[in-house]
């Protein structure tokens, strides 16, 4: 079965924002690491957490912190994988790993719960750590998007 990925960046970078999404959207998922090193991709991580709440309130204050935090549907889930990528210029871009139901929903959905205006669906790619990367993707991309909150087909 075809996964794809619908992306949106989110009007703002909090911790709440980022629970509430994987809440609604996976609420059944596993973590896709064992630990969060910090800064994430350095081989002298600052701190080292195991608990990823803690990890979030910290990402939520250092705004110039990027970060990509994955987790995998558990037993039942109707999604694939869910994401949460913090940008290095302090805003937050949620994602949702789709097998194969309507694009147009799914992506409805998750515009309507982040209150996005900017948004699109992909295929096993990462989404742009910057705002003004994201736009340019989102405007480039063929398929369902949302840009300034209109949604284009």
Avoid at 16 to 24: P, S
Avoid at 127 to 150: I, Q, T, Y
């Amino acid at each position: 079965m075809e996964t794809y990925e619908v992306y949106f960046l989110c009007p703002v970078r909090t911790k709440e924002l980022g629970l509430e999404f994987l809440d609604c959207f996976l609420p059944v998922r596993e973590d896709c690491a064992d630990d969060y090193p910090y800064p994430e991709y350095t081989d002298s991580a600052k701190l080292v957490y195991d608990n990823i709440d803690e990890l979030l309130g910290v990402l939520e204050t250092d705004t110039s912190a990027e970060y990509s935090l994955y987790w995998r549907g558990g037993p039942g889930s109707n999604y694939a994988q869910a994401m949460l990528f913090f940008t290095n210029d302090g805003n937050l871009v949620v994602g949702l790993a789709v097998y194969g139901e309507p694009r147009e929903r799914v992506f409805t959905e998750i515009a309507e719960f982040t209150k996005g205006a900017y948004g699109y669906v992909d295929f096993e790619n990462v989404p742009a750590l910057s705002k003004s990367g994201f736009m340019s993707r989102c405007n480039r991309s063929n398929g369902p998007k949302a840009m300034d909150g209109r949604f284009v087909p």
